[in-house]
């Protein structure tokens, strides 16, 4: 990593310039709580 890291940069140097809503998002996470989608697959 550290030779990638090198060659190409910080390819999220700049994240904290794009501000994006959360609320699409919250509203997904509400959806598929309301029709029962898991979270996320359970680690066995």
Do not use: Y
């Not at 959360?22 to 709580?33: G, S, V």
């Amino acid at each position: 990593m550290p030779a990638r890291f090198a060659e190409i940069g910080d390819l999220h140097e700049d994240i904290d310039d794009h501000v994006f809503d959360i609320a699409p998002l919250l509203e997904w996470a509400d959806r598929d709580e309301a029709e029962g989608e898991p979270d996320a697959p359970e680690e066995s």
